[in-house]
């Protein structure tokens, strides 16, 4: 059954205006008409790659069909969510990375900015936390905070094999049986279909819910799988506009023309712009609620694209770097070096048309008048000129940058923002040749980590490790 009305849908359209990064705004420092066409080629054929793998799972392109596969799973997840938010005080999601920062990002969108501090009554779910870090300090004060015998755990990993998140694990199954609890009735675990030590966790406790993490789609690419879709169900969030959101995207994009595909677009944009040495890419949401979609976006841009070799073997060592700056708060702290600093940036901004409170700003101070000329107007038309405004310095000043505009912020516009830059980095990834899916420097960094802690069979990697990375005294001051 369609999600709301046509009309309803189109006009919560995400639109991309890439008028600042054309010469007709920049001049010489713009893109030109000439140039967008010489892309056309490229644009194409990875469109026509991303079109011809997609739901593949041998090739990690399964998350292209989560909007549309998970009608039984989506029923499960909204029948456990319901028996979570009647039964638990508090709900943490132990994960980290992909595993993480898709929930994070879809609180922070689609709740009450303050929702733990919100009273039980108006919440009506349990306080939320993600801890996706293993400083040992959160951990003991996230103790301090919640009862773990008034707590569910949603352990989210699908290889059951990060040092980080199955630490959290065992700390947090060893407070369950010192709360006298048993760990079945406060654990759901996140993870693969058969492999990993989740499974066999699960198996030893005697069968712990499950949800299963497809095959075919990595951790970055998960966040409309169970991954984001348990937590975001416990929160109260409207799963279906979420994924309703994300098959609207997917159709917008279905076309193979870029001036028509606004991913397909911003992939080229994005395309053109490291080619022309702009290795950083700040995303500058003017929006608290679209906070963390940027650090979301950050892994899935960083750990997709930065890659040293092309899918034929060459040495590439391409990517960008992603910077995350928040609208206006930034402006007082990062913008001066946007707009005179080096020429090595774009700038994405994440602008909303309609914010859910416009909040008016009380008249008053009408004798200073540097104060009160504000008095009359809402916060929304303040953000909104400041977005403005500063688009117009970066643009005046050379600097590329675009806007992507949310009609406002409800589950089906993420969905489609998800969606979209999901897109966007398999055509960019398409464009350099290169494995957008896997994350081989992770891997050495988890690998190194069992190394260094002991782990059998890392043993020979410990010593090479201790003989090549001893620091030297002479170089400590
Ligand atoms: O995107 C990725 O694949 C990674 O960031 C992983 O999500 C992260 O390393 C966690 O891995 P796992 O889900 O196996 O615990």
């Not at 306080?127 to 996706?132: A, G, L, P, R, T």
């Amino acid at each position: 059954m369609a999600y709301k009305s046509k009309d309803w849908r189109d006009s919560m359209r995400i639109t991309l205006d890439y008028n600042n990064v054309t010469d007709k705004i920049l001049g010489e420092k713009g893109f030109t008409k000439k140039q967008f066409k010489e892309m056309k080629g490229k644009a194409e054929q990875a469109f026509d790659f991303v079109k011809e793998n997609r739901g593949k799972d041998e090739l990690f392109m399964g998350w292209t069909e989560l909007p549309y596969n998970q009608k039984e799973i989506v029923a499960d997840i909204l029948a456990t969510a319901r028996e979570v938010r009647s039964k638990f005080e508090s709900f943490v999601v132990l994960g980290i990375g992909g595993s993480a920062l898709g929930p994070i990002a879809i609180f922070q969108a689609l709740c009450h900015l303050h929702y733990n501090e919100l009273p039980k009554k108006i919440r009506k779910g349990p306080k939320f936390y993600v801890e996706d870090n293993v400083d040992p300090v959160r951990m003991k004060e996230l103790l301090d905070v919640i009862d773990p015998a008034k707590t569910c755990f949603n352990v989210i990993s699908k290889s059951g094999a990060t040092s980080e998140t199955m630490t959290q694990y065992l700390i947090i199954s060893d407070e369950l049986k010192k709360a006298g609890v048993n760990i079945k009735d406060h654990m759901i675990f996140t993870t693969d279909a058969k492999k990993g030590n989740l499974n066999k966790i699960s198996a030893e406790l005697g069968g712990i819910k499950s949800y299963v993490l497809p095959d075919g789609v990595g951790g970055r690419f998960s966040e409309l799988s169970p991954v984001g879709l348990l937590p975001a169900a416990v929160l109260g969030i409207d799963v279906n506009g979420l994924l309703a959101g994300a098959a609207y995207m997917d159709k917008i994009c279905s076309k193979r023309s870029m001036d028509e595909n606004p991913a397909l677009m911003s992939a080229v944009i994005q395309y053109m712009a490291m080619q022309s040495g702009k290795n950083i890419g700040v995303m500058m949401p003017y929006s608290d609620n679209l906070k963390y979609i940027s650090d979301w976006y950050a892994q899935l841009w960083a750990e997709s694209l930065g890659k040293n070799k092309t899918l034929t073997g060459e040495d590439c060592n391409v990517g960008q770097t992603p910077v995350k700056a928040l609208g206006v708060t930034d402006q007082h702290s990062q913008v001066q070096l946007y707009t005179e600093g080096p020429f090595d940036k774009i700038v994405t901004f994440l602008s909303v048309a309609n914010y859910t409170h416009k909040t008016p700003i009380a008249k008053g101070c009408e004798n200073i008048p540097d104060v009160g000329f504000l008095g009359g107007h809402t916060m929304e038309e303040l953000i909104q000129a400041e977005n403005k405004a500063t688009a117009i310095a970066l643009s005046k000043a050379g600097r590329l940058n675009y806007t992507i505009t949310v009609p406002e912020v409800n589950a089906f516009t993420i969905g489609e923002l998800l969606f979209l830059f999901e897109l966007q980095t398999a055509y960019a990834g398409a464009m350099f040749n290169i494995n957008t899916f896997n994350q081989p420097g992770v891997e050495a960094g988890k690998k190194a980590t069992f190394a260094l802690l002991g782990k059998a069979g890392y043993e020979a990697m410990k010593v090479e490790l201790d003989e090549a990375f001893t620091p030297d005294d002479k170089y400590i001051v």
